[in-house]
Every structure is written in C-alpha cells, then in structure tokens.
C-alpha cells in the first residue's frame, strides 16, 4: 500500500489547527470529573466496566484502534468527558494521532494537558473545524477529511 501524501498533509493542516484550536477553560464540573480521572489514574484505579461500555468512550476505543492511536484509558476519558457529541471524539482523537505521531510516545493525562494547557477548543472552534473538515480535496467529494485516514497512511 502506497501513502498518498498529500491526503497525509491535508490532514496534518486540519490536525494541527485543532491542536492550536481557541480554547476557553473547563466548567466546574468538567474540572471535577478531569481531577477524579487524575486521582484514577494517580491510584492506578482500572477505568469502571460501565464507563467502558459507555457510547462516546467505546467510539473513542476503537476510533483510536483504527488510527493506531496508543492513548491510555484515563485520557480516552478525558476526552469523552469534553465531547459534547461523536464529532467531538473523532476530532480528538484524530488531532490526538497527530500528536502522537510527531511525540513518538503514548497520550497520557500529562500529555493531554501540555496540548491544552489553558482549557479545550471552545465550541465555536470545533464547529468550525468540523464545517473545515468536510467538503472536496483535490477535487475529490468526500465526506469527512478525519475518516480519509488512517494507520496504514503513517
């Protein structure tokens, strides 16, 4: 299988404006849950079963499979707990593999934080990054630049 790079670089483009994304800070609930996964992964306390099972987190599971992502579980919740939909996860989780790609190391909570060390990209960011994502690419419809991707391209 042969990588079309310029596929690889559109990504990169989109994958580094999400990293570079306009934040806003957590809410207070959001700070809460993101300190209990701190203190989770501190312990070395397992992720719940049923969080495991939980929608968001198992498209973050095997979203980051596909991508050939290594990320642990308290970050995969993590992000999770700052999606409001799918979308949201999939964004992650392709900027994530950027990341990951250029770090040459797993995603952990500390990771998560030097990425986004004021806050997460505010919604306004992720709509608009999501609208940039969709469209045409060389001249080629297709419908989301983040599923034209995936490990085999790396």
Not at 56 to 74: E, N
Not at 100 to 105: M, Q, R, S
Request: include cysteine; hydrophobic fraction near 40%.
């Amino acid at each position: 299988m042969t990588t079309d790079f310029n596929k690889v670089s559109e990504w990169n483009i989109w994958c580094d404006n999400f990293l570079m994304a306009k934040t806003k800070a957590m809410t207070k609930e959001q700070t809460e849950a993101f300190f209990s996964i701190m203190l989770m992964q501190m312990d070395n306390r397992p992720i719940p079963t049923e969080v495991e099972n939980e929608f968001f987190y198992s498209v973050a599971s095997k979203r980051k499979d596909m991508m050939g992502l290594k990320i642990s579980p308290y970050a995969l919740l993590i992000i999770c707990i700052m999606s409001s939909s799918v979308g949201d996860v999939v964004m992650y989780i392709t900027a994530f593999t950027r990341y990951f790609n250029l770090a040459k190391h797993p995603i952990g909570v500390n990771e998560i934080c030097t990425i986004f060390p004021m806050g997460f990209p505010t919604d306004a960011e992720k709509n608009r990054l999501w609208d940039e994502q969709k469209g045409y690419f060389l001249n080629q419809k297709f419908d989301n630049l983040v599923d034209r991707v995936s490990k085999e391209d790396f």
